[in-house]
């Protein structure tokens, strides 16, 4: 069994900065992506970031030059520093966990940006 735990959400201002942390522990094969989702209101669940394992990236174009994801892999914990926030990003963000054959999420971590 595998458990995300999320923290770094909050309330911000626009143009402010948060950072998200999820820390991932059970059985965890070293080979696996971890990410960012979010939701808001009224809309579906969707990409924010995603990293391998061996490090590459992939962004949703919205969040392209404002948003960087990283991991530490000996921490299983990937982090998600957002910066310049809008109030379109406002949003319950949820951790994953993709390995071969399983996926995995969080609880999800509420932000809140006010214009």
């Known amino acids: 069994q595998v458990q995300l735990v999320e923290s770094g959400g909050g309330l911000v201002q626009a143009g402010g900065s948060l950072r998200l942390s999820c820390s991932a522990s059970g059985s965890i094969i070293s080979t696996n992506v971890m990410g960012w989702y979010r939701q808001a209101p009224g809309k579906q669940r969707e990409l924010v970031a995603t990293i391998t394992s061996g490090a590459s990236t992939n962004y949703a174009d919205s969040v392209k030059g404002r948003f960087t994801i990283s991991r530490d892999n000996a921490k299983n914990t990937v982090y998600l520093q957002m910066n310049s926030l809008e109030p379109e990003d406002t949003a319950v963000y949820y951790c994953?966990?993709?390995?071969?054959?399983?996926?995995?999420w969080g609880q999800g971590t509420q932000v809140t940006v006010s214009s």
């Open positions: 994953n966990l993709r390995m071969i054959f399983s996926n995995y």
